[in-house]
């Protein structure tokens, strides 16, 4: 299947800081990327969809001036997390589709600590 | 609202026992279904998937899941488990359309002894 890479893989970061995380869709042109949360022993909460060159739809309860998505290109969604806080801390994944492909590939995660 | 429900939280099972996990959706028009796996300390893998045709679908490792529409379900079976099935499994339902996100069940746990 189509490979999608996730960097940094874990951040550790102070309360404060901006941290952002790299997605990457190594084979295939994602039209579409997706950035989930997941909490320990929990699923992955939607948080955005981005669509290349357009702005991010983020879900209800999602503060967008605090997780900025950038989708520049068909390759490259990137998050930043503004001004982390401790309760920011999570594994954050995220997933992309291409444009005829119903199937959605994911990364390997990344693990954020705030402290 | 689009949502999915896994039934059981957290299954614990002996090797070469029988496996069946629950998963119902709730979400308009064309569905496609997926379940997940994740492994303790990795990511994500897909296990199968159901876009149409035939209801029941082979995936890999020799997990299966049946299609039910009229019951919104979407099972996953193995007829003998092996240690090595120990994780995370996720259920999950998506729109036809390429543009839109995969909704996740709440996961259930996985243990099998050995």
């Known amino acids: 299947g189509a490979v999608v890479s996730q960097h940094p893989s874990r951040v550790i970061c102070k309360s404060g800081t901006s941290v952002k995380i790299e997605c990457r869709s190594l084979?295939?042109?994602?039209?579409?990327m997706f950035w989930y949360r997941q909490f320990p022993k929990q699923s992955l909460m939607l948080m955005a969809t981005?669509?290349?060159?357009?702005?991010?739809?983020?879900e209800q309860g999602v503060e967008k001036d605090k997780f900025l998505i950038n989708h520049a290109s068909l390759t490259l969604s990137t998050l930043t997390v503004t001004s982390a806080h401790p309760e920011d801390s999570s594994f954050y994944i995220c997933?992309?589709?291409?444009?005829?492909?119903?199937?959605?590939?994911f990364g390997q995660g990344t693990r954020l600590t705030v402290v | 609202a689009q949502s999915v429900s896994q039934h059981n939280h957290h299954v614990i099972l002996s090797e070469a026992a029988s496996l069946e996990l629950g998963c119902n959706y709730s979400?308009?028009?064309?569905?496609?279904l997926f379940w997940y796996v994740q492994y303790p300390g990795q990511h994500l893998q897909l296990l199968l998937k159901?876009?149409?045709?035939?209801?029941l679908v082979k995936g890999i490792k020799g997990f299966e899941a049946e299609f039910i529409k009229s019951k919104f379900s979407f099972n996953l079976r193995k007829p003998s488990v092996q240690w090595s099935d120990t994780a995370e499994y996720f259920c999950?339902?998506?729109?036809?359309?390429?543009?839109?996100?995969?909704?996740f069940g709440k996961g259930t746990t996985l243990s099998v002894s050995s």
């Open positions: 997933s992309a589709r291409g444009a005829l492909n119903t199937e959605a590939f």
């Open positions: 084979d295939f042109q994602a039209t579409t």
């Open positions: 981005s669509n290349e060159g357009s702005k991010a739809t983020y």
């Open positions: 979400y308009g028009g064309t569905v496609n």
């Open positions: 159901y876009f149409s045709g035939d209801p």
């Open positions: 999950a339902v998506t729109g036809g359309q390429a543009g839109t996100a995969l909704i």
